[in-house]
């Protein structure tokens, strides 16, 4: 069921699996990686759920119950509403020379069982981005730390972390462009604006803040200085 009273402004998925085990498995991950979720246990009920309350995406197991997930996939492309629907296809091993067909099928891209939760992730993450709109103001995460961009709240590990507005944006900047080395110049200028004069040693002040923020007593450092280079976002602090 999908829960009436959830967040909006997350993004909502479709789960369409015949396995329970392996649904309850992605619920799970899936809410805590800051999506709504919603299921269908076969083909037909995921097209009734799609026309009742249309996906932002949709993961689709290619053996399924009534409607096979090719089925399933011909008719959200068939219909003018979900056309441009992202569909991940789900496929065991075995079929999976068959998912060259599900993509030809309009499926955007596929995922072979079993699979690794990053992976289905990064393939999400890529294909709603690609869509637009939802991960516009959607959610960013690195490491334990995950920013809801639509209501500004920033959790590590599940607790919430409190951040003035320039450290958000900083922390915003960085989990764009995880581990890369920015200097304070080009902080400056993307997290600041390049008319706006600050001093560079100010960077240094809210990069402080934002450690204090986000770094618990046992957590590591998640902000990685580089001497005479900059800074990162990295769990690596060599
Ligand atoms: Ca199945």
């Known amino acids: 069921m999908l829960d009436v009273t959830a967040d909006l402004t997350k993004p909502l998925v479709l789960v369409v699996e015949d396995e329970p085990a392996l649904a309850t498995m992605l619920r799970y991950n899936l809410e805590k990686q800051g999506f709504r979720v919603d299921e269908a246990a076969d083909g037909q009920e995921a097209l009734t759920r799609i026309s009742e309350s249309t996906p932002d995406i949709v993961l689709l197991d290619w053996m399924l119950p009534v409607l096979s997930g090719i089925e399933v996939c011909r008719q959200i492309r068939r219909r003018p509403a979900t056309r441009e629907l992202p569909v991940i296809m789900v496929t065991a091993r075995a079929e999976d020379s068959d998912a060259v067909r599900g993509l ?109 923020a986000i770094n618990g007593d046992d957590e590591l450092d998640l902000v990685r200085t580089v001497r005479a280079a900059g800074y990162a976002l990295d769990t690596d602090p060599i």
């Open 104 to 212: 030809n099928t309009g499926a955007d891209d596929y995922i072979t069982k079993p699979f690794k939760l990053d992976n289905l992730l990064a393939r999400m993450r890529a294909l709603l981005r690609r869509s637009g709109g939802v991960t516009e103001k959607g959610t960013l995460n690195f490491h334990d730390v995950s920013m809801d961009l639509a209501t500004h709240r920033v959790q590590r590990n599940g607790r919430s972390v409190h951040l003035g507005p320039t450290e958000f944006r900083l922390l915003e900047f960085f989990m764009n462009h995880p581990r890369r080395v920015f200097s304070r110049e080009e902080l400056l200028n993307s997290v600041w604006g390049a008319d706006i004069h600050v001093e560079p040693r100010t960077v240094d002040v809210h990069i402080r803040r934002l450690r204090k």
